[in-house]
């Protein structure tokens, strides 16, 4: 048995910029550190060079740059560009290769993962331009009053601009269209994939029954005729992007209202009969982070929870910025929540011992955004947080 079977069966391909894809095992193997982003400062462990540019997912696997890795797999050499998985295995079985994805295990078959484009319908507060269209409009607000350098400045140069390219635009998208019967797992995050009418409208003709889909969604668009069209799909698993409840998510996920994602999700949950899995995933911030507790309550246990922090950690509404007194009171909350999870609360802990407590840069941030889009937080921070952020 190899050590993992990713670089066996699954490509990811990364190609946010304009210079040639990248092609990947996982996204594990990308995250050399911990500052990583999916959409930024995308590492090339694999070595691929531009002429690389139009091998096919079999091509891809078969390739020298995979089959070193395969070796080293294969014989329980721990390569060093999986050094994500080994650094996280030395606190616990915590890895991506300990802890695959259920769609992995489920699928035999060739495995393939598309970034789409940025086309999205929501404007969260913690993303960028590059993954979501409606951001532009916010781009276009701070670039009018002149605030582009503060922007950058406070998001630690993650909220850009910059021409995005579409996977459905690589020979290897048509490649994977043309052989679906050779596909047995496609994954796609986007934007939102469910928005995007390209990606739709490549999956309505296609024979589906074989293929599992495996979808990042904000959960917004689970139409009936989007639950007919996932219904012909053998299996569906799908990671949902909630990031709190009520009020304070509709800051976050501005300007998308909370009771209608929660009808939704729950449509996708009545009409869909072929759902294998759901996980939520929740970006940590300063936004959010005391509202978690509350989120973690309306779950109820129905699905599993995944914490992320936001990227990157030190913007404005990075969590390390908060002080560290609300940061330990925040780890008891969490601490005595029925359904307590070790990533959250090491992630809280991390923020206490690596605390750069910064209001100005926290509050800078939140009133840029306010601004763009005429919302004032008071209307929607948690009591704790305002009270510092006033005082
Ligand atoms: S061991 Fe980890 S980094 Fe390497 S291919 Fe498997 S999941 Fe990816």
């Given at each position: 048995?190899?050590?993992?079977d990713?670089?066996?069966?699954?490509?990811?391909?990364?190609?946010?910029?304009?210079?040639?894809?990248?092609?990947?095992?996982?996204?594990?193997?990308?995250?050399?550190?911990?500052?990583?982003?999916?959409?930024?400062?995308?590492?090339?462990?694999?070595?691929?060079?531009?002429?690389?540019?139009?091998?096919?997912?079999?091509?891809?696997?078969?390739?020298?740059?995979?089959?070193?890795?395969?070796?080293?797999?294969?014989?329980?050499?721990?390569?060093?560009?999986?050094?994500?998985?080994?650094?996280?295995?030395?606190?616990?079985?915590?890895?991506?290769?300990?802890?695959?994805?259920?769609?992995?295990?489920?699928?035999?078959?060739?495995?393939?993962?598309?970034?789409?484009?940025?086309?999205?319908?929501?404007?969260?507060?913690?993303?960028?331009?590059?993954?979501?269209?409606?951001?532009?409009?916010?781009?276009?607000?701070?670039?009018?009053?002149?605030?582009?350098?503060d922007?950058?400045?406070?998001?630690d140069?993650?909220?850009?601009?910059?021409?995005?390219?579409?996977?459905?635009?690589?020979?290897?998208?048509?490649?994977?269209?043309?052989n679906?019967?050779?596909?047995?797992?496609?994954?796609?995050?986007?934007?939102?994939?469910?928005?995007?009418?390209q990606?739709?409208?490549?999956?309505?003709?296609?024979?589906?029954?074989?293929?599992?889909?495996?979808?990042?969604?904000?959960?917004?668009?689970?139409?009936?005729?989007?639950?007919?069209?996932?219904?012909?799909?053998k299996?569906?698993?799908?990671?949902?992007?909630?990031?709190?409840?009520?009020?304070?998510?509709?800051?976050?996920?501005y300007?998308?209202?909370?009771?209608?994602?929660?009808?939704?999700?729950?449509?996708?949950?009545?009409?869909?009969?072929?759902?294998?899995?759901?996980?939520?995933?929740?970006?940590?911030?300063?936004?959010?982070?005391?509202?978690?507790?509350?989120?973690?309550?309306?779950?109820?246990?129905?699905?599993?929870?995944?914490?992320?922090?936001?990227?990157?950690n030190?913007?404005?509404?990075?969590?390390?910025?908060?002080?560290?007194?609300?940061?330990?009171?925040?780890?008891?909350?969490?601490?005595?929540?029925?359904?307590?999870?070790?990533?959250?609360?090491n992630?809280?802990?991390?923020?206490?011992?690596?605390n750069q407590?910064?209001?100005?840069?926290?509050?800078?941030?939140?009133?840029?955004?306010?601004?763009?889009?005429?919302?004032?937080?008071?209307?929607?921070?948690?009591?704790?947080?305002?009270?510092?952020?006033?005082?």
């Open positions: 048995m190899p050590l993992c990713l670089p066996f069966k699954s490509v990811f391909f990364i190609n946010r910029k304009k210079d040639f894809p990248l092609f990947m095992p996982c996204e594990a193997i990308t995250k050399n550190n911990e500052s990583h982003c999916p959409i930024q400062k995308i590492p090339n462990p694999l070595e691929w060079q531009s002429d690389d540019s139009e091998l096919n997912p079999e091509q891809i696997i078969n390739s020298l740059n995979y089959q070193t890795l395969q070796d080293n797999h294969r014989k329980g050499i721990k390569d060093k560009r999986c050094k994500f998985c080994w650094d996280l295995e030395k606190t616990g079985p915590h890895s991506p290769r300990l802890n695959p994805d259920k769609i992995d295990k489920d699928t035999d078959g060739l495995m393939v993962h598309f970034l789409l484009d940025n086309k999205c319908n929501m404007a969260c507060r913690m993303c960028s331009p590059m993954a979501s269209s409606l951001l532009q409009k916010d781009f276009n607000y701070f670039k009018h009053h002149e605030n582009v350098n922007i950058t400045s406070v998001t140069g993650f909220f850009s601009s910059d021409d995005i390219v579409s996977s459905v635009e690589l020979s290897q998208w048509d490649w994977v269209i043309n679906i019967h050779k596909i047995g797992a496609l994954k796609v995050t986007g934007g939102e994939p469910l928005f995007n009418k990606f739709i409208n490549a999956m309505i003709p296609l024979k589906k029954d074989g293929l599992n889909l495996n979808v990042t969604t904000n959960g917004s668009l689970f139409t009936n005729k989007m639950c007919d069209i996932l219904n012909e799909f299996g569906l698993y799908f990671t949902i992007s909630l990031d709190s409840i009520g009020k304070n998510y509709e800051y976050v996920r300007p998308y209202n909370f009771k209608k994602v929660e009808k939704s999700i729950a449509n996708f949950i009545k009409r869909c009969y072929n759902i294998k899995e759901i996980k939520y995933n929740c970006v940590v911030s300063a936004l959010n982070i005391f509202y978690i507790d509350e989120l973690i309550k309306w779950n109820n246990d129905s699905f599993n929870i995944y914490f992320t922090e936001v990227y990157p030190l913007r404005g509404i990075g969590i390390k910025n908060l002080p560290v007194f609300l940061l330990k009171e925040l780890y008891d909350i969490i601490l005595n929540v029925e359904f307590s999870d070790h990533m959250l609360l992630m809280i802990q991390k923020a206490i011992d690596d407590e910064d209001k100005q840069k926290m509050i800078k941030e939140i009133k840029l955004f306010d601004s763009s889009r005429n919302q004032n937080f008071r209307d929607y921070l948690h009591p704790n947080l305002l009270s510092w952020l006033d005082g």
